[in-house]
């Protein structure tokens, strides 16, 4: 089986958050990359299918040469090669075109995303990439098993669960509890050293969205603590100081 | 047995005041960062439970042989890693950021018991014992402390007799890391002449025993124990034909020393992240107790000290990759780093108050680890010997 999965290379979740360039750029000084919680997830999975059925992995990125790393660390994990479309993910229809661009005659049976990026959080590229390739594409995907040419999901829909069939080829935006994280070994560590990263130019496609600003969430005010005897100065505090009773 | 998993803050920064980082390759900080992500699953929940019950893990020898903690700097073709020793080091300090015990089992694994193999043996041992020992399949342990020869191992009584198609070793060793667990020991000797050997003892050999030594206040996650020899015979191909003199078993410890420069480094980063975020939220006389001048120098005093220590072990470590790294260059780095991480588990143990003698913070378990570490492989004022030899050409060990 050849599986694609694209990963993004996005601020780790505990970084602190600022933006530059008249609040139209995020900025990067001090911050760590990581591969997407999500992305991360979907490459679990791949190589936990590999494990079990053989075939190959690819990783790809739409991004500059500062996602390289990032890239190193997914073929540490276990993918076999990677591509990096050498360009700015601006926005999430470019992003699809790149990727659909590489799929279109890659061969790939199963294309495996995150649900979302956690930097821009869209959502969109797996529906957006489905939709280019003519395949179908599902998402938030929590377990994924492969039976031949067809394969079994179960996906998180609003208070409960779907459990679908689907056949090959698709794509699928995934999220925990489709397989744990691995953590790189020496051996993979080394072995990626030689594994071919093949940085492609991106398609002529311009993106079509801009960023006019962005803005943090207010910052957090000082914390009161109330006694749980005194309930009369809680209920005086929410009526008259924080005004939402 | 099951073990308790606690969920501690885990927003362990490691210091980088001096952006040493730059010092580093994008590898090097990923295999950091994996090490890093590996103790955060696999010990730091489960290690206070450890040490507190004195239990050794025996599953984590698998799993430290599946990251590959086990000789990283072994060639792959006979199972190891093929990295650095900046590689190396950095795992070592990664571990023992950990625990000082779960450092122990990996570097006598790795140095003391892989590094002679692969040094000083035949192809044949390399190929029989080094693929299972990198895999944690094997447990290994090293011999060469006895009852009454610790600092001056040169006197030691262990000895073999050729036996025409077998030696026949008898002895005993003491203090040793792993032994109760170990399949295999790299044992020291002396032969008829009084010259030493390495010899692979395997467990289950006649004779051979491995009784646990009880009641250690230190490394209590780690095993330690004898080796006791009563006319065990070992097979002449376990004799380790590359090196002998004290010179092997010393080579070894060169290795490891190493390790641990790095090592103690990663347990005192542990202890100073823990005081700088405890003197953070802590008030006391209505301010945070970081914002006293008394704290603040102890906390920039830990932050300058392991600034230096680890300027000292990336040269070293590249040294070691040149081979041009001395033993008394060794020792400098191996008794500063331990003498810096036991100031810093202390300082930092006073910050946290009376939580700090708990097992809710990790400054007692490293500062009670770390007396194990100031003492073996040289002791402090041994490694003072050492260089003092170096400086003036007079070894004042006699
Ligand atoms: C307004 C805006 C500003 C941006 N600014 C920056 C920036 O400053 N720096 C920067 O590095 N990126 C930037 N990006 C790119 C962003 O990080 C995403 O890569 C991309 O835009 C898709 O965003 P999304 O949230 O819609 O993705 P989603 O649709 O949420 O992503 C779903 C999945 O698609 C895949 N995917 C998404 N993006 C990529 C990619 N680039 N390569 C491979 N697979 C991918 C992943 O598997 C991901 O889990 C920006 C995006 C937007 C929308
Ligand atoms: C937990 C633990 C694990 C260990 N694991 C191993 C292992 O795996 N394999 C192994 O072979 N050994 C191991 N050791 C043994 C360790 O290497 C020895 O304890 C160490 O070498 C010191 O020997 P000793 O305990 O006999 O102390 P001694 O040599 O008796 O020293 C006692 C004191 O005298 C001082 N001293 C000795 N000689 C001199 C001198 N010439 N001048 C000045 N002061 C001197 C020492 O510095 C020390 O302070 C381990 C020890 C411990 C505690």
Known sequence: ?245 | MSAEKRNFVDEFESPDFYALDDLLTEEHKLIRSSVRDFVKKEITPYIEDWAEKNHFPEEIVKKFGEVGAFGPTIPTEYGGGGLDYTSYGLIMQEVERGDSGMRSTASVQGSLVMYPIYAYGSEEQKKKYLPKLASGEMLGCFGLTEPNHGSNPSGMETHFKDKGDHYLLNGAKMWISNSPYADVAVVWAKNEEGRIHGLIVERGMEGFSTPETHGKWSLRASCTGELVFSDVKVPKENLLPGKSGLGAPMGCLDKARYGIAWGAIGAAMDCYDSAKRYSLERVQFGKPIGAFQLVQKKLSEMLTEITKAQLLNWKLGKMMDEGKATTSQISMAKRNSVEVALNIAREARQIHGGMGITGEYPMMRHMMNLESVVTYEGTHDIHLLILGAEITGIPAFK
């Open chain 1, 1 to 245: 089986m050849k599986i694609l999965v694209c990963i993004t290379h996005v601020p780790d979740t505990t970084s602190r958050i600022a933006f530059t360039d008249g609040d139209t750029k995020f900025d990067k000084n001090g911050v760590q990359f990581i591969i997407g919680p999500y992305d991360d997830y979907a490459l679990a999975r791949a190589v936990e299918l590999k494990e079990q059925s053989g075939g190959s992995i690819t990783v790809l990125n739409v991004g500059e040469a500062e996602t390289e790393p990032t890239i190193r660390k997914a073929l540490a994990i276990g993918a076999d090669d990677a591509i990096r479309i050498n360009a700015f993910p601006e926005d999430a229809l470019f992003v699809a075109k790149q990727i659909a661009a590489v799929a279109k005659d890659g061969g790939f049976d199963l294309i495996l995303m995150g649900r979302e990026s956690i930097d821009f959080n869209g959502g969109q590229v797996h529906g957006m990439v489905g939709e280019l390739l003519g395949i179908p594409s599902v998402s938030p995907v929590m377990t994924l098993d492969i039976d031949g040419d067809t394969a079994k999901i179960s996906r998180e829909i609003e208070g409960g669960k779907e459990y679908m069939e689907l056949p090959l080829p698709f794509v699928a935006g995934c999220q925990e509890p489709i397989a744990e994280w691995k953590i790189p070994n020496m051996r993979g560590i080394m072995s990626a050293r030689t594994k071919p990263l093949e940085v492609k130019d991106p398609t002529g496609d311009a993106p079509k969205t801009k960023v006019s600003k962005f803005e943090l969430p207010p910052a957090k005010g000082d914390v009161k603590l109330v006694d749980p005897d005194n309930m009369d100065e809680l209920v005086n505090l929410l009526k008259n100081e924080a005004k939402v009773i």
